[in-house]
């Protein structure tokens, strides 16, 4: 494990909807001398950036090509239907794919969701460059869009709604850096997504007094007699 450097900096990239503000507070309680900096994009931007070794790590979202890279699993996402507040789908609290059969369903390019069953509903005849260009054709009407619950709530308009997808595939979200000798930095910050409190360590536990060697030449203890 390297040892960090006296102008350290560890910096953290991290894709729309994720939310690092509270691992960002830890850290800013455990390392108030080395400033933790949050640079934003996508997840291929964040991934290219963490193989470059511009930033230490990275929260993306799966897939990613690993190769090269360790990549811990935090939480799966739900995805949703986002449709507009009048839409036959509000009509319930959640709904399932055969829902949108009938529906054109809005692919951005920047779409980070897996489809192993291809996608559901009819394919829209234009692919908007992105997921927030995506939102702004569901309030014009011309179709609904599926995405993560986080980025439902980050692009919310006063004339759309969501509703949970029951059976679709969830969106995973990964802590990522590079397959190498972890830093000291890097082994705090896995420490503080794990869930590791401050007082807790990777090192062995010491071995109790009656566990641990005498020094050369000192004299054995004696037990005490019972009476």
Known sequence: MTEPTPAATFRLGYVPG???????RIWAE???????ELVAGSTDEAV????????????????????????????TETTVAVVPKDHLLTAAEEAVLADLADE??????????????????????????????????????????????????LHHRRDLTYRPLTDAPGSS????????????????????????TAHSSRTPRQAPAAERPRPAGA????RARRR
Do not use: C
């Open 104 to 153: 054109t369903l809005l692919h951005p390019q920047d779409d980070t969701l897996d489809w192993p069953g291809g996608r559901p509903g009819r394919a829209a005849a234009y692919t908007p460059p992105t997921t927030a260009e995506a939102v702004e054709l569901v309030a014009a009407g011309m179709g609904v869009l599926a995405l993560p619950q986080s980025l439902a709530r």
């Open 18 to 24: 994720v939310t690092p503000g509270k691992w960002a």
């Open 219 to 222: 004299a054995p203890r004696r």
């Open 30 to 36: 455990r390392r108030p001398r080395v400033p933790l």
């Open 173 to 196: 979200v990964v802590l990522t850096w590079p397959d190498a000798e972890n830093t000291e930095l890097m082994e705090e910050f896995i420490g503080i997504v794990r869930g590791r």
């Open 48 to 75: 290219e950036l963490v193989r470059a070794g511009t930033i230490d790590a990275a929260l993306v979202r799966l897939p990613i090509d690993r190769a090269g890279l360790h990549a811990i699993p935090l939480y």
